[in-house]
T-cell receptor, first 118, second 113 residues
């Protein structure tokens, strides 16, 4: 079974500073994918960044980067130059294939609430 | 805008009733996933359809059912509703392969009174 752990229920960061949101995972599947989603107070789930288990380099998307440490089973999200609009819940999720061919549902962590202070 | 649409946005109903939530995936996406987000359970996978066929089931109650139609839109049917079914229900879609990202719709917020 797959498991995602996000140990920080809430975090504060000063505007324009960088922040790291922690995510550790557990899986026996050699092939998996790791995702981060953002959920603002309006409720929608917004895809931010993806890292495949076989990717050699850490993923980056604009101000978002994923610090992938496979041996430690961690996939931390780094947001650089925080903005007020970054205030939201952030979810780490994993997709594996050990549930059967063609079924790639996501397993989510409990999320981290990020608050950006002006 | 993810390109995934869900209707209705909000739904208020009474215990014992039945409701239908609708989802249209992004153009070209063959897979549709349903997730439930509640305060106590967090985000949980319910069911997946791929090109009209059920592909995987998660923590979906027997009172809940879903289907995907030939035009690839999907419906989630919730019956004999209980207070505990109040939640945000998301539909997500992806192209097909293992590396495909799932894009989420805006969700349907269900309130059971």
């Amino acid at each position: 079974a797959q498991k995602i752990t996000q140990t920080q229920p809430g975090m504060f960061v000063q505007e324009k500073e960088a922040v790291t949101l922690d995510c550790t995972y557990d899986t026996s599947d050699p092939s998996y994918g790791l995702f981060w989603y953002k959920q603002p107070s309006s409720g929608e789930m917004i895809f931010l960044i993806y890292q495949g288990s076989y990717d050699q380099q850490n993923a980056t998307e604009g101000r978002y980067s994923l610090n992938f440490q496979k041996a430690r089973k961690s996939a931390n999200l780094v947001i650089s130059a925080s903005q007020l609009g970054d205030s939201a819940m952030y979810f780490c999720a994993m997709r594996g294939s050990d549930t059967g061919a063609g079924s790639y549902q996501l397993t989510f962590g409990k999320g981290t609430k990020l608050s950006v202070i002006p | 805008d993810s390109g995934v649409t869900q209707t209705p946005k909000h739904l208020i109903t009474a215990t014992g009733q039945r409701v239908t939530l609708r989802c249209s995936p992004r153009s070209g996406d063959l897979s549709v996933y349903w997730y439930q987000q509640s305060l106590d359970q967090g985000l949980q996978f319910l069911i997946q359809y791929y090109n009209g066929e059920e592909r995987a089931k998660g923590n979906i109650l027997e009172r809940f059912s879903a289907q995907q139609f030939p035009d690839l839109h999907s419906e989630l049917n919730l019956s004999s509703l209980e207070l505990g079914d109040s939640a945000l229900y998301f539909c997500a879609s992806s192209a097909s392969g293992i590396t495909d990202t799932q894009y989420f719709g805006p969700g349907t917020r269900l309130t059971v009174l």
